[in-house]
């Protein structure tokens, strides 16, 4: 099969096509035939070695973890699906979706929603994965609650706004000014201009804070933050640790940090909020899985509305 390989950390240009053996499920696996896949930004971080001590693989590598695609040949022990079906997923780490073919554990796939493209399913489960673990999971979010979303327009926020919403909250959105009318499209009852305004100074107080982009600390939020409120953050940089080990051992506000973990379970939910109208994919912008180096350079340069998206 076709895969987009690398065998050397560095920049986007040791992201090559190349023909590799097509894998081969385990019992509890499902091989699809990949429609679409998409871009996070772990993954060009592992592609420049970043997160090197995580990975115990020799090379090449595929990369790549959200897949939408159909199913092929099913594990022994498999139960859930059977050949012929359209699902997506998550590839365990450190990925594997950047290619025609790519297995996925049962327990992190589900059905792909009907009234999704390939393309837009396959922007879900990373980004949509964190979104909802952060506010459902570490921010338990309730109705009524007042929830601020920092990195509004980018792949976890566009999610992260209309989970909000869905469990009925009051949402915030900060973004730049080219993107005030997109975050208020999804659901977002107010729009912060960050480069008019600095959110972090303000009268208002939130329920949960949400640093979809690691751009603020606890710290510069603390004011902002209800005494008994939720700052969740998406980098786990030192100074976050010792924040979270903090707080977890005092009582009132709570540093917490989000890793999004595979569930099927939780992948069912998104295909729910879909079904019923409440979640959409914003895509930035599609490649074809042979441009895969300019897709990286995209998504890396930054400012990236929504996803990235790979067809194959």
């Not at 007042?146 to 976890?156: D, Q, R």
Request: charged residues 20%; positive net charge; contains cysteine.
């Amino acid at each position: 099969m076709k895969a987009a390989i690398i065998n050397q950390y560095g920049s986007s240009e040791v992201l090559q096509i190349a023909e590799v053996a097509k894998p081969t499920p385990k019992n509890n696996q499902i091989l699809l035939k990949v429609h679409a896949a998409s871009i996070n930004p772990i993954d060009w971080k592992t592609r420049k070695g970043m997160l090197k001590f995580l990975i115990n693989q020799k090379f090449p590598l595929i990369l790549g973890f959200d897949v939408c695609g159909e199913v092929i040949e099913i594990g022994s022990k498999v139960t859930k699906f059977k050949p012929g079906d359209l699902v997506y997923g998550m590839v365990d780490f450190p990925g594997g979706a950047y290619a025609e073919y790519a297995v996925v554990s049962e327990t992190a796939a589900a059905f792909k929603p009907n009234n999704m493209t390939a393309e837009e399913t396959a922007a879900l489960p990373v980004a949509a994965l964190t979104a909802l673990q952060s506010l459902r999971d570490l921010g338990g979010i309730q109705p009524g609650q007042k929830v601020l979303i920092n990195g509004g327009s980018g792949g976890v926020g566009t999610y992260a706004i209309q989970i909000a919403k869905a469990y009925q909250a009051h949402v915030t959105a900060v973004c730049s000014t080219k993107n005030l009318e997109l975050v208020k499209s999804l659901g977002a009852d107010r729009a912060i201009d960050y480069t008019q305004q600095d959110f972090t100074i303000s009268s208002e107080t939130y329920d949960i804070i949400f640093d979809t982009i690691a751009h603020k600390s606890l710290g510069k939020c603390n004011k902002i933050l209800h005494k008994n409120g939720v700052y969740i953050t998406t980098l786990p940089i030192l100074p976050c640790l010792l924040e979270s080990f903090l707080t977890l051992l005092l009582p009132g506000k709570k540093c917490k940090i989000i890793l999004a973990k595979p569930s099927g379970e939780d992948m069912a939910t998104l295909k729910d909020l879909v079904s019923a109208g409440k979640l959409r994919s914003i895509i930035d912008r599609t490649y074809p899985l042979w441009q895969i180096a300019q897709a990286h350079q995209h998504s890396e340069a930054g400012h990236v509305v929504g996803k990235i998206v790979i067809t194959v």
